[in-house]
């Protein structure tokens, strides 16, 4: 029996890979950071729900321990995101972007990876078949996002796409720290869901793909990889 947490699962790409854990057999656990919102969605879907907001240390050791005293986790899914956006839902620029601003990102997109994967690699460490799968961005690639005329290329936000560069460091480094596991960071693709404000043009169907497929890797699958689900995505 395989168990996975996924981070921010109550909606969007979280919750539609909890969905299709779910149904693939896995003991899954939707992480959310509102008590409510995890209860209800997991309910939905036949998952376990537990407590947990990457960025507070205090929520993320209690989530360990209670995932620990259940029996351990074999899947970790870094799921949890934000893009910090205007207050009229602009995109922040470099005109804009202050320190706050990227500080107030990374500590979601980056040190709650770091947070939580520290917490949860003890747990990891016990499993036959340890896997990380961290959810990056297309935007995390420094070659896209210099591909003049791209769609990347056109995308003026700084605080976003440089903590998503950060999550594909952090999956390399893990990657070659923990030769036992499978740790890869995925693009899912521009997916609708609240973080874009529904403007995506994926179904939160498609977008999951390919977090559901790295999650489900056996011992001799890749490991420090960034891919889509078309396969591998130029750093
Ligand atoms: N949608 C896209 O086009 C796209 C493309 C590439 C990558 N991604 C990445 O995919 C991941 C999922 O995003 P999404 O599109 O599904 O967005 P979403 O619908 O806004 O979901 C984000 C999830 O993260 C949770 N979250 C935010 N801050 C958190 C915190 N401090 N602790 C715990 N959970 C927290 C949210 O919880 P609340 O409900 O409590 O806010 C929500 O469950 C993100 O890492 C995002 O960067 C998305």
């Known amino acids: ?30 992480g959310s950071r509102d008590a409510g919102r995890g209860r209800l969605a997991a309910e939905r879907i036949g998952a376990r729900w537990v407590l947990l907001d990457v960025t507070d240390d205090a929520s993320v050791t209690a989530a360990a321990k209670s995932v620990e005293a259940d029996g351990g986790l074999d899947v970790l899914i870094n799921n949890a995101g934000i893009e910090g956006r205007t207050p009229e839902g602009g995109v922040i620029g470099a005109a804009e972007v202050t320190a706050d601003e990227m500080r107030s990102t990374f500590e979601t997109n980056v040190f709650g990876v770091v947070r939580v994967t520290h917490a949860f690699l003890p747990l990891l460490r016990r499993s036959q078949a340890p896997v990380v799968v961290n959810v990056s961005s297309g935007l995390a690639s420094l070659t896209r996002v210099t591909a003049a005329g791209t769609p990347a290329h056109a995308y003026p936000g700084v605080a976003y796409p440089a903590s998503k560069a950060a999550v594909n460091m952090l999956t390399v480094q893990y990657a070659k720290a923990f030769p036992g596991m499978r740790i890869n960071a995925v693009e899912p693709g521009y997916t609708a869901t609240d973080l874009n404000a529904h403007t995506g043009t994926q179904t939160v169907e498609e977008g999951a793909e390919i977090i559901v497929r790295m999650a489900q890797l056996g011992p001799d699958g890749p490991t420090g990889t960034y891919v889509d689900v078309e396969g591998p995505l130029p750093w």
Do not use: Q, S
């Open 1 to 30: 029996m395989t168990t996975t947490l996924i981070t921010g699962a109550n909606k969007g790409l979280g919750f539609e890979t909890a969905r299709r854990l779910v149904e693939a057999g896995h003991t899954v656990y939707v």
